[in-house]
C-alpha cells in the first residue's frame, strides 16, 4: 500500500519568513496530494491539494509543487503569520474509494 | 448545513466496555470514514463507505465495526475496549468516492480508555 513521509515533524520560523514542509510517497499510481491544516483541538481543514497533471498550484500565501518523477511534493507558506502555527499534514491518494493515506504531521510555530 | 457532526465529543472507558461513536453528515456526501489520530502518526483510516450499505476496511480494523444503513449516518462501533484505543476519532465525508475531492471532518471525539 501507499506510504507517505512527512518532514520535518516540527518547524519554527519567524513571523515573514517561509515554511517549506516536503513528503514523498512511494505508490506512483497516487494522483491527488491535498494538504491539511488543523489548529490546536480543531478539526484538519483543506487548505489546498494538487492533481497529478499539474506541477504547481498556488493560493495566495501558501503554494504546493509536486514532483512526479521522484515521487515527492512539497506546501510552501511565504511571509508567515501567527496564525499559520498549526500541525499540517500531506496525503496521498490513487483515487480508489477514497482511500487517503496521512503523513506523520508537521508542527509549525511562527514566532513574533 | 451542519457539516459533519460527532457525538459525544469526550469519553471515558473501562477496558472491555463497549460503545458506539455517532457520526452524521448533512451534506448528501457518498464517502465516509473513520480515522484515528494518535501523537507523531498523523490519521489512520480504520473504516470506510462509498454509499449506503457498502463499507470496508481500512489500515487499522481491528477492534472496531462500522454500518451504513443510510447515506447521513456512518456509526463506529468499539466492541470491547482496550487502552491501545485510547484515542481521537474523526469521522470524514466526501461528495465523491473517487477519493480526489475534499474530506470534510467532523470535531473529533476525544476517547479514553482506563
Known amino acids: 500500500g501507499e506510504n507517505v513521509e512527512q518532514h520535518p515533524s516540527t518547524l519554527s520560523v519567524q513571523e515573514g519568513d517561509s515554511a517549506v514542509i516536503k513528503c514523498t510517497y512511494s505508490?506512483?499510481?497516487?494522483?491527488?496530494f491535498p494538504w491539511y491544516k488543523q489548529e490546536l483541538g480543531k478539526r484538519p481543514q483543506l487548505i489546498i491539494d494538487i492533481r497529478s497533471n499539474v506541477g504547481e498550484k498556488k493560493d495566495q500565501r501558501i503554494a504546493v509543487t509536486l514532483n512526479k518523477t521522484a515521487k515527492h511534493f512539497s506546501l510552501h507558506i511565504t511571509e508567515t503569520q501567527p496564525e499559520d502555527s498549526a500541525v499540517y499534514f500531506c496525503?496521498?491518494?490513487?483515487?480508489?474509494?477514497?482511500?487517503?493515506?496521512f503523513g506523520a504531521g508537521t508542527q509549525v510555530v511562527v514566532t513574533p | 448545513n451542519a457539516g459533519v457532526t460527532q457525538t459525544p465529543k469526550f469519553q471515558v472507558l473501562k477496558t472491555g466496555q463497549s460503545m458506539t461513536l455517532q457520526c452524521a453528515q448533512d451534506?448528501?456526501?457518498?464517502?465516509m470514514s473513520w480515522y484515528r489520530q494518535d501523537p507523531g502518526m498523523g490519521l489512520r483510516l480504520i473504516h470506510y463507505?462509498?454509499?449506503?450499505?457498502?463499507?470496508d476496511q481500512g489500515e487499522v480494523p481491528n477492534g472496531y465495526n462500522v454500518s451504513r444503513s443510510t447515506t447521513e449516518d456512518f456509526p463506529l462501533r468499539l466492541l470491547s475496549a482496550a487502552p491501545s484505543q485510547t484515542s481521537v476519532y474523526f469521522c470524514?465525508?466526501?461528495?465523491?468516492?473517487?477519493?480526489?475531492?475534499?474530506?470534510?471532518f467532523g470535531p473529533g471525539t476525544r476517547l479514553t480508555v482506563l
Open positions: 496525503a496521498a491518494s490513487r483515487g480508489s474509494w477514497g482511500k487517503l493515506q
Open positions: 505508490d506512483s499510481a497516487s494522483n491527488y
Open positions: 470524514a465525508s466526501s461528495l465523491q468516492t473517487s477519493g480526489t475531492d475534499t474530506q470534510y
Open positions: 463507505s462509498v454509499g449506503a450499505g457498502i463499507t
Open positions: 451534506m448528501n456526501h457518498e464517502y
